[in-house]
């Protein structure tokens, strides 16, 4: 048989001499080298085309290592990597279409293990992740946070929250999901559930603007929670809850998306593609323009800050299907740097000696 | 341009993004009409049958003799040597196959049935794979617009058009019916039984009916890559449930004076296997298509050479989606769609010389389109064509021109319509036969025509009304020689084209993916530049001792460069899904009643995203059929049985990102003639 084919190939391969043709599989030799310091990117990709990947910078080698996860263990992330974070010694990677949350050694990037979150064999479809006394906590599209513990990285539970539960955050011993009910367009969830982290059960529901996304919580008591609104009616709008009652203090439209906190500073992208700042401790915003060189991004698409180091790292995703980049900036707004990361870049992690 | 929607934030892109992808509705079967232009408009030049090559514009044919030959089970698979033409492929029995020609989009091409355009006005793209063979002719793909001027005025509204021809009643008083049996089946456990029944009722009434059920499983082997699994898995929710009934009656009082009457029935229920999503690769999303049209043709020539042609079609057109896996907490989408189309179509030409014809043809269209949508726009477009044409011939040379004014105008239930247009487009044709008793013909056409944004182009979730969207510009310059010879040596004949084209494609529109829904996601932003080549050689044998050999090669060439914006990271770069180089190759032998062939695609690799990246190439791939054909009698009554294998090396490639294509595949079919 083999002979065969090679004989008749012989002729296509006569014909297809002008073939620009067959590039072969760049095999890339599994780097399993510690890294220290740096940060990591998560790439969504884009739907379909399997092609999330992890970008690893090394602040010390300053080297971008492209998709790191696929070169350590010889297979893709898969379909759009949502979130990413680093507790303890291992990186958790969740990927929302494969419904995949990836284990992975924090230094090395080497997978632990993959653990897939289905119901019979339709995918949850995981979103977002949070740590606490050595569990993780990660919200799903089918309406679950499942319960996982960190060492033996086994589901034991999963709690029933709204639909379409996007972030989520631990305040005070309890979890505040944002159920944004987004694949139900136009119906809407607009709830936020509260969840005991004794009992894990959900002790509350709260009522805040519909299509919540956003959950972060400052050293004072409050979570804030981001709704997108409905695109028309409703515009978006930010909920504060106090974290000891558990109910929502206050309710403002709020011009912004993609709340990433540190320290006193929640850091957050207006709909003009600016980069501002909100100050929890003065609660109101107190740097309205953080970028003050004029560094243009075309679409600014993830913010998050070095709490170590004070730098702020703003994600480009372009036209949304091209390579992105990531720049970086001292605290004052300056660009020090940029490097070239994958599609859609919507999440960092930094990684800690 | 659809499925390129990444916009998992909200949510709603990523249901966008599900349906354009999967739910490419609206392709249809069968219209079928009046044809009869084509009979009295040939003009035998040689006695020998040589392949048609030499016309005003750049023409590709296959005939039903030859779908076997071609391995063909579709049209898309008919067509798939042909040059400058680039089908993409979603892999599988029920799989989505739409026709890109010379790099322009599927949406610049027009696929008429029977001369009556098959229209999606939703996503402006049909289905070839759901194009059946049993009842086809011919197939003819013309770059530009046809020869023939006295046509309807949709003939000359687009870049290029794939002409359908349908088998027409061709009988006798001594036999004056004909009935066809056949069955198929084969690999994705397809089983394909169908019927043809031609009747003569009278000297002037005839019909023809066409029916089948197709069924399949639709399952097969593939190998994931990237994934790092090494193992084959079975693609499953392919299968699929179609049949269709199609029936024509035909008045025939002359040449000159002719009648038919179109009614066709489309009905299938198939699984759409979705993406092969790494981990994941769990689908129960599924397509329903019910079409039923009626059409009619009416041609009368008279001997003042004063020449009408009128046509008429009804058509309705509904789909239905589900996945049940959507997770939006209604137990998951169950869309539906309907398209309704009424279009009338009128033409008259005049021999003002004997040598020089003008026509002029007005066509009539209103299309409307429902959707179990949330805000849906509910569009009806009315759409009126004129076109003024003429022919004039001189001496070596023969000159085509033609003016098209469209006017479009829409109107909405729900927010905002599509502004009105009106907008003027010209072609321009001409060949030279430079010399005496050579069959070399020089040609050269210009065409400059545009497409409307298609109405989930311009409503799909726009959430505040209509997106402000252009129509695409489509610029065709090319410049062609044609030869042919009919040779008294081993070789029966030879033809050889070759064209070379340049294409300039303004305000493309383009899904730019996006978190806000409020802020439109398709826009009027590319520009793009193509410069090919399209090259075709058809040689065949006399007949020795019952032996008999043809060859066809055709030969691609596509540069089609992003010229949109010279910041942008992907400028002068290859566009998505296009292969700089394609061949195709079909050879075979005929041996008295048994025949067998060779047909073999190569391509080269393509990017699947705008960045030439290596990342983001799709490899080449080689994929060859054998088809062996024995044609013998029962009693009397002729009988064909053939064997194919498809991909008979068991290539494992992909067309399309993430939509893996069938391996070895093996098909049998038998047919009878009583």
């Not at chain 1, 080698?61 to 990597?81: A, C, E, H, M, Y």
């Not at chain 1, 607009?190 to 299509?211: A, E, F, M, P, Y």
């Not at chain 1, 300056?334 to 919507?346: A, D, F, L, Q, R």
């Not at chain 2, 033609?402 to 105008?409: E, F, K, P, R």
């Amino acid at each position: 048989m083999k002979n065969l084919k090679q004989n008749i190939l012989l002729v296509a391969a006569a014909l297809s001499l002008i073939l620009t043709s067959c590039n072969k599989d760049k095999k890339v030799t599994p780097v399993a080298t510690p890294v220290t310091d740096g940060l990591y990117v998560l790439n969504q990709g884009l739907f379909n085309d399997n092609n999330s990947s992890l970008s690893f910078y090394s602040y010390t080698s300053k080297q971008v290592t492209p998709d790191i996860f696929n070169s350590v263990n010889g297979r893709g992330l898969g379909d759009t990597g949502n979130d990413i974070e680093i507790y303890g010694s291992k990186m958790y990677i969740v990927v929302n279409v494969s419904s995949t949350i990836e284990v992975v050694d924090a230094k090395t990037g080497k997978s632990i293990k993959q653990v897939k979150l289905f119901n019979g064999s339709t995918g949850r479809q995981p979103r977002d992740i949070v740590f606490y006394k050595n569990n993780a906590y990660v919200t799903s599209y089918d309406g679950t946070v499942a319960v996982m513990d960190t060492t033996a990285l086994t589901v034991s539970q999963f709690i029933t929250v709204g639909r379409n539960p996007e972030q989520l955050a631990v305040a005070n011993g309890k979890i505040y999901v944002a159920n944004s009910g987004g694949l139900g367009y136009p119906n809407y969830d607009k709830t936020v559930s509260v969840i005991d982290l004794n009992t894990l059960t959900v002790i509350k529901t709260l009522t805040v603007v519909v299509n919540p996304q956003n959950v972060v919580a400052d050293n004072y008591g409050n979570v804030y929670v981001l709704s997108a609104g409905d695109y028309s009616a409703n515009p978006s709008s930010l909920a504060i809850i106090d974290d000891n009652t558990d109910v929502v203090k206050s309710q403002t439209n709020f011009d912004g998306s993609n709340m990433a906190i540190q320290g006193d500073n929640i850091y957050f992208i207006t709909s003009a593609g600016k980069i501002e700042v909100y100050n929890a401790k003065t609660q109101a915003i107190s740097n309205p323009g953080f970028i003050t060189d004029g560094t243009v991004i075309t679409t600014p698409y993830c913010v998050a800050a070095d709490g170590t180091t004070g730098e702020v790292f703003v994600t480009d995703a372009k036209d949304y299907s091209s390579n992105g980049t990531l720049y970086a900036f001292d605290k004052t707004g300056k660009k020090e740097y940029s490097i070239t990361v994958g599609i859609n870049p919507g999440k960092i992690a930094f990684l800690k000696n | 341009m659809q499925k390129k929607v990444h916009y998992l934030k909200s949510g709603l892109l990523r249901l966008s993004a599900g349906l354009l992808c999967f739910s490419f509705a609206f392709p249809f079967i069968a219209s079928a009409q009046t044809d009869t232009t084509k009979k009295l408009k040939e003009v035998k030049i040689n006695t020998k049958p040589l392949p048609n090559v030499q016309s005003l514009s750049p023409i590709q044919q296959v005939s039903a003799n030859a779908f076997g030959q071609l391995s063909a089970f579709n049209v898309a698979d008919a067509i798939r040597d042909f040059a400058g033409v680039n089908i993409k492929d979603y892999g599988g029995i029920g799989g989505l196959k739409t026709v890109s020609v010379r790099s322009l989009g599927a949406g610049h091409l027009a696929v008429l049935y029977d001369g009556v355009q098959i229209n999606d006005a939703q996503n402006g793209q049909i289905d070839l794979g759901r194009l059946n063979l049993d009842n086809v002719q011919s197939i003819t793909l013309y770059n530009g617009q046809p020869p023939e001027i006295c046509l309807p005025a949709r003939s000359f509204a687009s870049a290029s058009v794939l002409s359908i021809i349908t088998i027409h009643p061709n009988l006798t008083a001594a036999k004056p019916y004909q009935v066809l049996l056949g069955v198929k089946g084969g690999s994705f456990g397809l089983a394909n039984p169908y019927l043809q029944w031609q009747q003569r009722l009278s000297n002037r009434w005839s019909f023809i009916i066409n029916s089948y059920w197709e069924k399949a499983n639709g399952q097969y082997k593939y190998k994931v890559k990237g994934d790092g699994s090494d193992t084959s898995s079975t693609r499953t929710n392919g299968d699929l449930n179609a049949q269709e009934a199609d029936g024509a009656l035909y008045y025939t009082k002359s040449d000159s004076d002719k009648f038919n009457l179109h009614l066709n029935y489309y009905n299938s229920d198939r699984g759409l296997p979705g993406a092969v999503i790494f981990y994941n690769p769990v689908s129960n999303q599924r397509l329903w298509n019910r079409d039923i049209f009626v059409q009619s043709g009416y041609e009368r020539l008279w001997q003042s050479s004063l020449h009408l042609l009128i046509n008429t079609k009804l058509s309705q057109d509904y789909t239905r989606y589900t996945d049940p896996d959507y997770l939006n907490g209604q137990g998951g989408l169950n869309d539906r769609y309907n398209q309704w189309e009424f279009y009338l179509s009128g033409t008259l030409s005049y021999h003002l010389l004997s040598n020089w014809e003008i026509s002029y043809a007005t066509d009539i269209a209103l299309t409307s389109l429902d959707a179990t949508l949330y805000n849906y726009a509910y569009p009806t477009r009315f759409t009126l064509l004129n076109v003024l044409a003429s022919n004039f011939n001189a001496g070596k040379w023969r000159f085509q021109g033609n003016l098209l004014h469209t006017y479009v105008d829409e109107w909405v239930k729900m927010g905002s319509a599509a502004p009105t247009r009106s907008i003027f487009s010209p072609t321009l044709m001409a060949t030279y036969r430079p010399f005496n008793g050579y069959d070399l013909q020089v040609r050269a056409f210009y065409k400059d025509i545009f497409r409307n944004p298609t109405f989930d182009e311009q409503y799909y979730f726009a959430v505040n009304g209509a997106r402000n969207i252009k129509p695409e510009f489509a610029k065709q310059y090319d410049a062609g020689i044609t030869y042919r010879k009919a040779l008294n040596s081993l070789l029966d004949y030879v033809t050889l084209t070759i064209d070379g084209y340049y294409n300039n494609v303004t305000d493309k529109i383009v899904a730019l993916p996006n978190q806000n829904p409020a802020i439109s996601s398709i826009i009027n932003l590319g520009r793009v530049d193509i410069t090919g080549v399209d090259a075709g050689l058809k040689t065949g044998t006399k007949t020795y001792d019952g032996w008999r050999g043809t060859l066809s090669v055709n030969y691609t060439y596509q540069d089609a460069i992003d010229v949109t914006d010279p910041t942008s990271s992907f400028y002068n770069q290859q566009i998505p899904y296009t292969p700089k180089n394609t061949i195709a190759l079909n050879g075979g032998v005929d041996y008295k009643q048994l025949g067998l062939y060779y047909n073999q695609v190569l391509s080269s690799s393509r990017y699947y995203l705008s960045e030439n990246l290596p990342e983001n190439l799709v490899d080449g791939y080689a994929v060859s059929d054998v088809s062996l054909i024995y044609k013998f009698l029962v009693g009397n009554k002729p009988a064909v049985l053939s064997a194919h294998v498809d991909n008979l090396f068991n290539e494992n490639y992909v067309i399309v990102r993430s939509f893996p294509m069938p391996g070895r595949s093996v098909l049998l079919s038998f047919q009878i003639k009583i």
